[in-house]
């Protein structure tokens, strides 16, 4: 039998626990939910709005954020912050010394890890700041695995949790609904 050569074209992923194995984790353990709003979905585009909420449900950092970009009209449709709703609001020069500890001291639950994860990084290289990605948990794709699905909304899932709060696209609303979906994900109670 002649010997096959090893393709080179496919390459091999370390295993990760499931989203929802990593999520149960942190259980017992102190975390942040997420959620951010941007100038836009592009390579360039920046943060115009954090939030993070811890465990609990209290908000640990909320802030607007002045871009050194324009805001897209995409999204001022999506989210309803503009040029005006940022002006006064620190750079994220300014306010990174205070999101960086957060992030670096307790692990983040986040509807889009991905997304907010690229819009963090995105925003550090903006102002040539250091960035040490988080450990940061995926809640979609921890509902997608409880439920069998392919694709899922933040506002499909607060609806079948039967959370009380909708969101909004705006970070802080978004935040704690992110909150809400990570403990009832975790199996842990919540005050309606």
């Known amino acids: ?5 090893p393709r080179r074209d496919l390459v091999l992923l370390p295993l990760m626990p499931p989203a929802l194995d990593a999520l149960h984790d942190l259980t017992d353990a102190p975390w942040l939910a997420l959620d951010t709003e941007t100038t836009g979905l592009g390579p360039y585009d920046e943060i115009i709005e954090i939030a ?45 010394p205070r999101i960086a500890p957060l992030l670096r001291s307790t692990p983040i639950v986040a509807w889009n890890a991905a997304f907010d994860l690229r819009l963090l990084r995105q925003s550090c290289a903006r102002y040539h700041l250091p960035f040490t990605a988080p450990r940061i948990l995926c809640l979609r794709a921890a509902y997608r695995e409880r ?46």
């Open 52 to 96: 993070l909420v811890n465990s609990q449900g209290r908000v640990a950092l909320h802030s607007l954020v002045a871009p050194s970009r324009p805001i897209t009209a995409k999204s001022t449709a999506l989210h309803g912050l503009d040029a005006e709703a940022v002006t006064g609001a620190p750079t994220w020069r300014q306010l990174y």
């Open 147 to 192: 439920h069998s699905l392919t694709t899922a909304t933040l506002q499909a899932a607060s609806l079948a949790l039967g959370l009380p709060v909708r969101p909004t696209h705006r970070a802080l609303p978004d935040a704690q609904v992110a909150q809400l979906a990570a403990r009832v994900l975790m199996g842990l109670p919540f005050e309606r």
């Open 1 to 5: 039998m002649p010997l096959v050569p």
